[in-house]
């Protein structure tokens, strides 16, 4: 269908848009020491670094499929202000400047904290451990993965759902068999954003697990550390970062492609 | 309610559900296939929803082959029950092949050789070829035979049909009818509609119903022929006019005549209705008993003031709608010639002339 064209002066502002989000991509490439990249990359720092991250993420995404899941089931099939409560609740570590939710976190499980004391007494330090680390990435990330899933859960035909009930599928059939599979695009799409969202995790990490090299000190805090010191070094990781982002998205649109065309 | 026993335990509706005002009581004996119609809003899917599991009833039960599982008490939930469901929408689980998508019910009840039962009953409706498709690759009308071949692969005890035609068009429609009619014979069925020609190629029985009560039940030929409502006399394709029985016919409260050899216990002066066929009421523009026309047998009885309220035309045929002067409705079924060539159009006053051999009149 064709459309009246547009304002020349929204072509403008769109220009100003791109050229905003390429710019800055386009003068670390100029300034990247492609070089020495290799180099820069397996250094012990480095390389610590980015298992750390690696294994960290991939945990906290387990944690937000795995509990964040049930969560926007449940968020979808809820009405009332109870309901309306909840999602806010669980949303909410989504605009939470990080520092903040860091320091939520430390002052609820860190060493002398709210449950923390409890747990200290119990033997169990969660505070500046790489636990912590996964527990921020999962605070701020899950998020990202409830809201995207209940609109997706939303959507699905509550019939389908109601025939498989009636060919004989126990709830936990219907949900695995027919429910899941059909919002499997946006499962996806909302585990890559938490995965992306966990990767870039900084200041919640920092406030709550620290910098410890080979424990808690992630890719964004590398760089953060060594952005002074070592440029080059802070360059390479940031561009390992920036690949791992485009890998992500390039990776959702595949599955949800695939996913879409049956 | 059947005039054959029942070959075994009935399925037995008997509940009410207080927020949508519906007291039903409805029976299906065991292999045969019943029937509901009724007016948008009647009561006929709450009805399919209690039968399923997907609503309980407020008070009353409901028995599947002389089982309970709806009471105040008890409760079986929809997928304890081996009752399906097909309705307009074939409702086929898009991320699955056509083959599975029919095996799902097998597995899901952990029947043995779910692929093997799948095949058959693919082979049943005739889709044997698309086993290995996506639903989206099929027509309406394959989805809808794919969609019976799922029902019928979990050897259900009772099936629910929800109008499981009215979203095919008109090749598809027959094709599906007779699959359907040679699938459902000899199993306890309930369907749903709103076309009488789903009455009589798939139904044995008929419960009327309207504003949440049964108000008529009967076989299929009980209930067509003798229309206790103007629903089913529309559903029925005769019109129906209420009036009072005179000794030789019915007089309409608005003073019309219908003249009619009266049938066996009629009570003059009591209340009775007509039913006339549509294709045994001429349209004429100007009284005939009036002119000169005077190859129109002319009788006062059963010649009736009227004016057009809508024209259907279909094809070589077109339904008249008049209102008689009391407000009741009689349909006619005239030529789209005779229609055109006599400028009929909505307002148009006319008198209905009506074969009283084909009339037949039924006290309340």
């Given at each position: 269908?064709?459309?009246?064209?547009?304002?020349?002066?929204?072509?403008?502002?769109?220009?100003?848009?791109?050229?905003?989000?390429?710019?800055?991509l386009?003068?670390m490439a100029?300034?990247l020491p492609w070089?020495?990249l290799?180099?820069l990359l397996?250094?012990?720092?480095?390389?610590?670094?980015?298992?750390?991250?690696?294994?960290?993420?991939?945990?906290?995404?387990?944690?937000?499929?795995?509990?964040?899941?049930?969560?926007?089931?449940?968020?979808?099939?809820?009405?009332?202000?109870?309901?309306?409560?909840?999602?806010?609740?669980?949303?909410?570590?989504?605009?939470?400047?990080?520092?903040?939710?860091?320091?939520?976190?430390?002052?609820?499980?860190?060493?002398?904290?709210?449950?923390?004391?409890?747990?200290?007494?119990?033997?169990?330090?969660?505070?500046?451990?790489?636990?912590?680390?996964?527990?921020?990435?999962?605070?701020?990330?899950?998020?990202?993965?409830?809201?995207?899933?209940?609109?997706?859960?939303?959507?699905?035909?509550?019939?389908?759902?109601?025939?498989?009930?009636?060919?004989?599928?126990?709830?936990?059939?219907?949900?695995?068999?027919?429910?899941?599979?059909?919002?499997?695009?946006?499962?996806?799409?909302?585990?890559?954003?938490?995965?992306?969202?966990?990767?870039?995790?900084?200041?919640?990490?920092?406030?709550?697990?620290?910098?410890?090299?080979?424990?808690?000190?992630?890719?964004?805090?590398?760089i953060?550390?060594?952005?002074?010191?070592?440029?080059?070094?802070a360059l390479a990781l940031a561009f390992l970062l920036i690949l791992s982002?485009?890998?992500?998205?390039?990776?959702?649109?595949?599955?949800?492609?695939?996913?879409?065309?049956? | 309610?059947?005039?054959?026993?029942?070959?075994?335990?009935?399925?037995?509706?008997?509940?009410?559900?207080?927020?949508?005002?519906?007291?039903?009581?409805?029976?299906?004996?065991?292999?045969?296939?019943?029937?509901?119609?009724?007016?948008?809003?009647?009561?006929?899917?709450?009805?399919?929803?209690?039968?399923?599991?997907?609503?309980?009833?407020?008070?009353?039960?409901?028995?599947?082959?002389?089982?309970?599982?709806?009471?105040?008490?008890?409760?079986?939930?929809?997928?304890?029950?081996?009752?399906?469901?097909?309705?307009?929408?074939?409702?086929?689980?898009?991320?699955?092949?056509?083959?599975?998508?029919?095996?799902?019910?097998?597995?899901?009840?952990?029947?043995?050789?779910?692929?093997?039962?799948?095949?058959?009953?693919?082979?049943?409706?005739?889709?044997?070829?698309?086993?290995?498709?996506?639903?989206?690759?099929?027509?309406?009308?394959?989805?809808?035979?794919?969609?019976?071949?799922?029902?019928?692969?979990?050897?259900?005890?009772?099936?629910?049909?929800?109008?499981?035609?009215?979203?095919?068009?008109?090749?598809?429609?027959?094709?599906?009818?007779?699959?359907?009619?040679?699938?459902?014979?000899?199993?306890?069925?309930?369907?749903?509609?709103?076309?009488?020609?789903?009455?009589?190629?798939?139904?044995?029985?008929?419960?009327?119903?309207?504003?949440?009560?049964?108000?008529?039940?009967?076989?299929?030929?009980?209930?067509?022929?003798?229309?206790?409502?103007?629903?089913?006399?529309?559903?029925?394709?005769?019109?129906?006019?209420?009036?009072?029985?005179?000794?030789?016919?019915?007089?309409?409260?608005?003073?019309?005549?219908?003249?009619?050899?009266?049938?066996?216990?009629?009570?003059?002066?009591?209340?009775?209705?007509?039913?006339?066929?549509?294709?045994?009421?001429?349209?004429?523009?100007?009284?005939?008993?009036?002119?000169?026309?005077?190859?129109?047998?002319?009788?006062?009885?059963?010649?009736?003031?009227?004016?057009?309220?809508?024209?259907?035309?279909?094809?070589?045929?077109?339904?008249?709608?008049?209102?008689?002067?009391?407000?009741?409705?009689?349909?006619?079924?005239?030529?789209?010639?005779?229609?055109?060539?006599?400028?009929?159009?909505?307002?148009?006053?006319?008198?209905?002339?009506?074969?009283?051999?084909?009339?037949?009149?039924?006290?309340?």
């Amino acid at each position: 269908m064709t459309r009246p064209p547009l304002p020349r002066w929204l072509l403008v502002l769109a220009t100003l848009a791109v050229l905003l989000a390429a710019v800055p991509l386009l003068g670390m490439a100029v300034r990247l020491p492609w070089a020495d990249l290799p180099l820069l990359l397996s250094s012990e720092s480095a390389r610590e670094a980015a298992l750390l991250s690696l294994r960290t993420c991939a945990l906290s995404t387990l944690l937000c499929v795995l509990v964040g899941t049930p969560l926007a089931v449940l968020l979808s099939r809820s009405h009332g202000p109870l309901a309306a409560l909840a999602r806010t609740v669980t949303a909410l570590p989504m605009v939470l400047p990080p520092v903040v939710a860091g320091l939520a976190l430390l002052v609820t499980l860190g060493r002398t904290g709210v449950v923390g004391r409890h747990l200290s007494v119990l033997g169990v330090e969660i505070g500046f451990t790489t636990a912590a680390v996964v527990i921020a990435q999962t605070f701020v990330a899950m998020p990202f993965l409830v809201v995207s899933l209940e609109g997706a859960l939303r959507s699905v035909d509550a019939r389908l759902e109601r025939t498989a009930a009636s060919l004989g599928a126990s709830p936990s059939r219907v949900l695995c068999t027919v429910t899941l599979p059909l919002v499997l695009p946006s499962l996806a799409a909302g585990a890559t954003m938490s995965f992306a969202r966990a990767l870039g995790e900084f200041g919640a990490t920092l406030t709550f697990a620290g910098s410890l090299q080979g424990t808690t000190r992630t890719l964004p805090l590398e760089i953060y550390l060594t952005r002074e010191a070592d440029t080059d070094t802070a360059l390479a990781l940031a561009f390992l970062l920036i690949l791992s982002a485009a890998l992500l998205m390039a990776a959702s649109a595949v599955v949800r492609r695939a996913v879409v065309r049956g | 309610m059947a005039d054959r026993p029942p070959a075994g335990p009935a399925t037995h509706l008997d509940c009410r559900v207080d927020a949508r005002d519906v007291e039903l009581l409805i029976s299906v004996p065991t292999g045969r296939r019943l029937a509901i119609v009724g007016p948008n809003g009647a009561g006929k899917s709450t009805a399919l929803l209690l039968l399923a599991g997907h609503l309980r009833p407020d008070s009353g039960s409901v028995r599947l082959h002389g089982k309970t599982v709806s009471s105040p008490r008890t409760h079986v939930p929809a997928h304890r029950r081996r009752v399906v469901s097909l309705e307009q929408n074939p409702g086929l689980f898009p991320h699955l092949t056509v083959l599975d998508n029919v095996a799902y019910g097998p597995r899901a009840r952990g029947l043995g050789r779910a692929l093997t039962r799948a095949r058959t009953e693919l082979d049943a409706v005739g889709l044997a070829a698309l086993a290995s498709r996506r639903p989206h690759q099929l027509s309406g009308g394959q989805a809808q035979r794919v969609a019976l071949a799922r029902a019928l692969a979990v050897d259900p005890d009772l099936i629910l049909l929800d109008e499981p035609l009215a979203a095919l068009d008109v090749e598809a429609a027959p094709d599906m009818r007779r699959v359907l009619a040679d699938r459902l014979s000899g199993r306890t069925t309930v369907i749903v509609t709103h076309d009488p020609l789903d009455l009589w190629a798939l139904a044995d029985l008929v419960v009327v119903v309207a504003s949440g009560r049964v108000v008529q039940s009967g076989t299929v030929e009980d209930v067509l022929s003798r229309p206790g409502s103007d629903f089913v006399a529309r559903l029925s394709g005769v019109s129906l006019l209420y009036g009072t029985a005179l000794d030789d016919g019915l007089r309409t409260p608005g003073g019309d005549l219908i003249g009619v050899r009266p049938p066996s216990g009629w009570r003059p002066g009591a209340d009775a209705f007509a039913t006339i066929d549509p294709r045994a009421v001429a349209v004429h523009v100007t009284n005939p008993c009036g002119t000169l026309d005077t190859h129109v047998s002319c009788h006062p009885a059963n010649s009736l003031p009227a004016r057009i309220s809508s024209l259907t035309p279909a094809g070589a045929l077109t339904r008249v709608t008049a209102i008689l002067r009391d407000g009741q409705r009689v349909d006619a079924e005239i030529t789209s010639r005779h229609a055109a060539t006599n400028l009929l159009s909505p307002g148009v006053p006319v008198t209905l002339l009506v074969d009283a051999s084909t009339v037949k009149i039924h006290p309340r």
